[in-house]
């Protein structure tokens, strides 16, 4: 059966830093991430469950196909794959220092919000607003969505996000205790733009 596994982090766990301490890199890819990595293998155990060339693509037909999973399992399913599949973009989705955006996504940006920092105004103010614990997203028709808990828009049969930012307290409490803004302003340092441009170019 397929087992997940939990990805090694693609840069040091103190590379962050300022914007995200060596701490809170720890704490939310060894225990929390690695908790979903566990508890969807335990979920799945006994089913089976269709497999495609990475693990990515697998993750993203199992939560575009929720409804198909057995009750007794589907919101084990829901919220440790997703927490799975999107803490695995996520930490591809920073890199130490920031990277630069490519062209095409700059202007497309700019044409729909007028302006970078508009962009990542109207970005802000989704985190600042997302109640409780959830995710705000890059869509890759360049809206900005959120969802609660560990969805994302693949389980409404949405696409792959360009870009996501986890809003969860157990993403910045140690370093920022409850001033989300603080953290969402730093976490701009460290977006991994060329990244999320190979994504948008893609489309
Ligand atoms: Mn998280």
Redesign the pocket.
């Known amino acids: 059966m397929t087992q997940f596994s939990v990805p090694a982090l693609p840069y040091a766990y103190d590379a962050l830093q300022p914007a995200i301490s060596e701490a809170i890199m720890k704490l939310?890819h060894d225990t929390?991430?690695a908790a979903y990595v566990t508890k969807l293998n335990a979920a799945l155990e006994g089913l089976g469950v269709d497999s495609f060339d990475t693990e990515e693509a697998t993750l993203e037909h199992l939560l575009s196909s929720l409804d198909s999973l057995p009750n007794s399992v589907r919101a084990a399913v829901r919220n440790n794959g997703g927490?799975h599949y999107?803490?695995s973009l996520?930490w591809k989705f920073m890199t130490p220092g920031g990277s630069a955006m490519s062209t095409e996504l700059r202007e497309a940006l700019e044409a729909k919000y007028g302006s970078i920092d508009a962009f990542k105004e109207e970005f802000t103010a989704k985190a600042l607003g997302l109640f409780g614990s959830g995710w705000v997203w890059l869509q890759p028709n360049l809206e900005i969505t959120t969802s609660p808990n560990q969805d994302s828009e693949l389980m409404n049969g949405g696409p792959a996000p360009l870009l996501g930012l986890?809003v969860?307290e157990?993403?910045y409490y140690l370093d920022y205790y409850a001033a989300r803004k603080d953290y969402v302003d730093a976490w701009w340092d460290v977006v991994n733009w060329a990244f999320v441009s190979e994504r948008f170019k893609a489309e």
Request: charged share 10%; aromatic share 18%.
């Open positions: 939310h929390h991430h927490g999107n803490h996520f986890d969860w157990h993403a």
